[in-house]
Nanobody, 121 residues
């Protein structure tokens, strides 16, 4: 079993910054990809940013230039640095990981419990 635990959410004013962390633990051989998703009330869950094991990244258009995703493979940890936050960034942010297990080239997908980010004056 693999567990993903997010932290770093909270209340911040527009224009402020937050740094989210996601720590993966459990039965992990390696992690192929990690990603941040978010879900606002009454909206679909959407991909915010993703990162591969070699550091390649992609971002939703709405966060490009403001958010930075990174990972520490040795620590099985992923980060999301969020700058210039806007009210529309308010959502529950979820960590996702595609995890390699032993004896297979396939990955299993895991989700964290989510951390609330609220951007409001």
């Amino acid at each position: 079993q693999v567990q993903l635990v997010e932290s770093g959410g909270g209340l911040v004013q527009p224009g402020g910054s937050l740094r989210l962390s996601c720590v993966a633990s459990g039965s992990i051989f390696s992690i192929k990809t990690m990603a941040w998703y978010r879900q606002a009330p009454e909206k679909q869950r959407e991909l915010v940013a993703g990162i591969t094991s070699d550091g390649s990244t992609n971002y939703a258009d709405s966060v490009k230039g403001r958010f930075t995703i990174s990972r520490d493979n040795a620590k099985n940890t992923m980060y999301l640095q969020m700058n210039s936050l806007k009210p529309e960034d308010t959502a529950v942010y979820y960590c996702n990981a595609a995890v390699f297990k032993r004896y297979t080239f396939n990955t299993d997908n895991y989700w964290g419990q989510g951390t609330q980010v609220t951007v409001s004056s």
